[in-house]
Nanobody, 121 residues
Framework: QVQLVESGGGLVQAGGSLRLSCAGS????????MGWFRQASGKERELVAA????????HYADSVKGRFTISTVNTKNTVSLQMNSLKPEDTAVYYC??????????????WGQGTQVTVSS
């Protein structure tokens, strides 16, 4: 059973930075991709960023392009999300996600428990 454990959330002022990390365990095979979703209060969950395990392709939501960077450390089974120039509208619970090959981007195969990110104005 794959388990994803997030860390690095917290409270930061607008304009500040946070780095989220997600460590995966229990895998039999390497994932096809890993990434991050977020869900703000009263809103639907949205895909923020994703990256193929080889690192060859990445995807970002328009709202975070140029501010967030996703990366993998394959030897540590970890995916990270560096978030810079944070805005109050980035406030949400951030969820780590993992895809097996053949899965659609909207339906990851595994989820983390989520970590709260709060950006104060």
């Amino acid at each position: 059973q794959v388990q994803l454990v997030e860390s690095g959330g917290g409270l930061v002022q607008a304009g500040g930075s946070l780095r989220l990390s997600c460590a995966g365990s229990g895998r039999t095979f390497s994932p096809y991709a890993m990434g991050w979703f977020r869900q703000a209060s009263g809103k639907e969950r949205e895909l923020v960023a994703a990256i193929t395990w080889s690192g060859g392709r990445s995807h970002y939501a328009d709202s975070v392009k140029g501010r967030f960077t996703i990366s993998t450390v394959n030897t540590k089974n970890t995916v990270s999300l560096q978030m810079n120039s944070l805005k109050p509208e980035d406030t949400a619970v951030y969820y780590c996600a993992e895809w097996r090959i053949g899965s659609t981007w909207s339906t990851p195969d595994y989820w983390g428990q989520g970590t709260q990110v709060t950006v104060s104005s």
